[in-house]
């Protein structure tokens, strides 16, 4: 399945490209779903697909639903420990929606479209409209977070110790961790994995949303990196809400040509292995069908930017035996870069971004003996560490 992540700076128009993005794709002859948390104009949604074109379904994200839905189901399965400490069960009706759950609903929503109920209906094409920017990288990071504090806390080598609880919880008269814990664990992890999955998956790339200006142009240079950072291939980028050119007023026409400097700039930062597209302004903000029909033009998925799963990072000879770690970070900065090695990891820090990258069998027997960052590609050098390394003599 085709997927494409919508994003860009908040106001920028990110869910119109979106529905246009979705609709270009309806009308290519693609059966499409379209995901958003927003109130799509034009769409009517609900908390499960609906119909809203030939070929076309928008669903709607319910967060409120969602975060009910798993904290009664958490506070079932743990009716025994609450029942012990004399809890008060809460009910479906007075629970408020906490900050973060919508992520999480996002997620949730997200594996039902690819393993779920909804990968039933045989979508060929996904687009999801993302939060702004800085929120949607860490929405895409989160699957790959959580899985790894999961691993850190529940351990599932410790789940062989299970046989000993009953004994423990008699002789100590309290109740020992359940297994439902760790089935628990083991669910959400095999659901995050299945959305970190799709998001590493070469058929899925992320398309930016941005009005061409200077607030525009700059978020979109930090967000650069972290995309970088985090491995997510961007297919194109939308300059939202261009103005027409060469126009005899001289307001407007100073308007058009500083977005006409910015376009530029765009077309030699981002191309060739970004396309940039261009959307009118239709001199209203878009509200009907028809309005989007206008923006789908410039809005049908790119299938050349897909196609590379996995992290864009390689390994090469450095020479004397040492391996270079390849990390392609356009927009970073020398003095916003921070490494760290511990254990078989790797700390990365780019400007605000942060990444934990577990390292390659063969770089876990080495020690890091440098990096430099040069023409936007971090280089880390690992040295074999003798002790680690089988003698061949």
């Given at each position: 399945?085709?997927?494409?992540?919508?994003?860009?700076?908040?106001?920028?128009?990110?869910?119109?490209?979106?529905?246009?993005?979705?609709?270009?794709?309806?009308?290519?002859?693609?059966?499409?779903?379209?995901?958003?948390?927003?109130?799509?104009?034009?769409?009517?949604?609900?908390?499960?697909?609906?119909?809203?074109?030939?070929?076309?379904?928008?669903?709607?994200?319910?967060?409120?639903?969602?975060?009910?839905?798993?904290?009664?189901?958490?506070?079932?399965?743990?009716?025994?420990?609450?029942?012990?400490?004399?809890?008060?069960?809460?009910?479906?009706?007075?629970?408020?929606?906490?900050?973060?759950?919508?992520?999480?609903?996002?997620?949730?929503?997200?594996?039902?479209?690819?393993?779920?109920?909804?990968?039933?209906?045989?979508?060929d094409v996904l687009v999801v409209d993302l939060p702004p920017l800085a929120d949607a990288l860490a929405l895409l990071a989160l699957p790959e977070q959580?899985?790894?504090?999961?691993?850190?806390?529940?351990?599932?080598?410790?789940?062989?110790?299970?046989?000993?609880?009953?004994?423990?919880?008699?002789?100590?008269?309290?109740?020992?961790?359940?297994?439902?814990?760790?089935?628990?664990?083991?669910?959400?992890?095999?659901?995050?994995?299945?959305?970190?999955?799709?998001?590493?998956?070469?058929?899925?790339?992320?398309?930016?949303?941005?009005?061409?200006?200077?607030?525009?142009?700059?978020?979109?240079?930090?967000?650069?990196?972290?995309?970088?950072?985090?491995?997510?291939?961007?297919d194109s980028l939308v300059a939202t809400r261009v103005l027409p050119r060469h126009s005899t007023d001289p307001w407007f026409a100073d308007l058009a040509?500083?977005?006409?400097?910015?376009?530029?700039?765009?077309?030699?930062?981002?191309?060739?292995?970004?396309?940039?597209?261009?959307?009118?302004?239709?001199?209203?903000?878009?509200?009907?069908?028809?309005?989007?029909?206008?923006?789908?033009?410039?809005?049908?998925?790119?299938?050349?930017?897909?196609?590379?799963?996995?992290?864009?990072?390689?390994?090469?000879?450095?020479?004397?035996?040492?391996?270079?770690?390849?990390?392609?970070?356009?927009?970073?900065?020398?003095?916003?870069?921070?490494?760290?090695?511990?254990?078989?990891?790797?700390?990365?820090?780019?400007?605000?971004?942060?990444?934990?990258?577990?390292?390659?069998?063969?770089?876990?027997?080495?020690?890091?003996?440098?990096?430099?960052?040069?023409?936007?590609?971090?280089?880390?050098?690992?040295?074999?560490?003798?002790?680690?390394?089988?003698?061949?003599?």
């Amino acid at each position: 399945m085709r997927t494409v992540l919508v994003t860009g700076p908040g106001g920028a128009g990110r869910t119109t490209v979106a529905a246009a993005t979705a609709l270009a794709s309806a009308r290519d002859g693609r059966r499409t779903l379209l995901v958003s948390a927003d109130a799509v104009p034009a769409f009517p949604a609900g908390a499960e697909p609906v119909e809203v074109a030939e070929r076309l379904d928008c669903a709607r994200v319910d967060s409120a639903a969602h975060f009910r839905g798993e904290l009664l189901e958490l506070q079932a399965r743990a009716s025994g420990v609450l029942d012990l400490l004399g809890a008060n069960r809460l009910d479906g009706e007075e629970l408020t929606e906490l900050p973060g759950s919508a992520q999480l609903a996002v997620l949730h929503t997200l594996r039902r479209a690819v393993e779920g109920d909804w990968a039933e209906r045989g979508y060929d094409v996904l687009v999801v409209d993302l939060p702004p920017l800085a929120d949607a990288l860490a929405l895409l990071a989160l699957p790959e977070q959580l899985r790894r504090y999961l691993r850190r806390l529940l351990p599932r080598e410790r789940q062989a110790a299970r046989a000993l609880r009953p004994v423990l919880a008699q002789l100590a008269g309290v109740p020992m961790p359940a297994q439902w814990l760790y089935e628990a664990a083991a669910r959400k992890d095999a659901e995050l994995a299945a959305v970190q999955a799709l998001i590493e998956d070469g058929a899925t790339t992320v398309r930016l949303a941005a009005e061409p200006g200077q607030a525009g142009q700059e978020a979109l240079r930090s967000a650069r990196t972290g995309l970088a950072l985090h491995g997510l291939r961007v297919d194109s980028l939308v300059a939202t809400r261009v103005l027409p050119r060469h126009s005899t007023d001289p307001w407007f026409a100073d308007l058009a040509a500083r977005q006409e400097k910015c376009l530029d700039h765009w077309h030699q930062e981002w191309a060739p292995a970004t396309s940039v597209r261009e959307t009118a302004h239709l001199g209203r903000e878009p509200r009907t069908a028809e309005d989007l029909a206008l923006l789908a033009e410039s809005c049908a998925p790119d299938d050349r930017a897909a196609g590379h799963a996995g992290d864009p990072w390689w390994t090469e000879d450095a020479g004397d035996g040492v391996i270079a770690w390849c990390l392609p970070l356009p927009g970073a900065v020398k003095e916003d870069l921070k490494l760290v090695r511990r254990g078989d990891e790797l700390l990365l820090t780019a400007g605000p971004f942060h990444r934990i990258v577990r390292l390659e069998s063969a770089l876990r027997r080495c020690t890091v003996s440098g990096a430099a960052l040069t023409d936007g590609i971090l280089r880390v050098r690992f040295t074999p560490d003798p002790a680690l390394w089988p003698r061949t003599s």
